[in-house]
């Protein structure tokens, strides 16, 4: 049987992405899933209203704060934030049942949540960073789906999250989605290759 590039080992590897929004971190890992079928991407539960296009079970699983923190009493979630009035959390229970089968799961977070994990677990913690706030200020308008004030509001907390940069294993700077790409997937590959993860 030919060896795959990976996703050649029974367990799965957790990787962990963060980035401010209107990085590009989205449209980078849909690329990296829609290439390799044993990559997959977290879907987060989440109390916001969804954007258009948005869709329940493929963005998001988009809940009531109510039902929200009745997951937080029964300690479902691996990690969960509250990020601009709104929950976001990762389900334990799906994260381990697809990397149990092989996949290699990629959780898409912001970096309250990925440094609430860096001391529970074993994961590669990636970093995508901007070229500048400016150029993200551009991305943001650009993409037309948040307004003046939140777009400011996340601007501020873009300055913060890449100060948390420095806690990762990997940083990429999307200044061109190919070449982004292209790091991103050169990183999973030699993550599951490592020595410590192949099968003996």
Not at 132 to 139: Q, V
Request: glycine share 4%; proline share 4%; hydrophobic share 40%.
């Amino acid at each position: 049987m030919k060896e795959k590039l990976f996703g050649n080992s029974k367990e799965g590897t957790l990787f962990i992405i963060s980035a401010p929004a209107g990085t590009g971190k989205t449209t980078l890992v849909k690329k990296l899933a829609g290439e390799f079928p044993y990559v997959t991407q977290s879907i987060s539960f989440t109390t916001r209203a969804p954007r258009p296009k948005e869709r329940h079970g493929v963005d998001y699983f988009f809940v009531s704060r109510e039902e929200f923190e009745k997951q937080i009493e029964d300690k479902a979630f691996l990690e969960h934030v509250e990020l601009y009035g709104d929950y976001y959390g990762t389900s334990i229970k799906w994260v381990e049942e697809e990397l149990s089968s092989g996949k290699h799961v990629i959780l898409v977070i912001d970096t309250q949540g990925a440094l609430q994990l860096k001391e529970k677990l074993e994961a590669v913690f990636i970093f995508l960073i901007p070229p500048s706030i400016e150029e993200l200020k551009r991305r943001l308008i650009e993409r037309n789906t948040e307004n003046e004030t939140i777009i400011k509001e996340r601007l501020k907390w873009a300055e913060r999250e890449i100060a948390c940069a420095r806690f990762y294993d990997y940083k990429i700077i999307n200044a061109d989605l190919d070449t982004a790409y292209r790091v991103l997937q050169s990183i999973l590959i030699a993550e599951a290759h490592r020595a410590d993860i192949l099968p003996s």
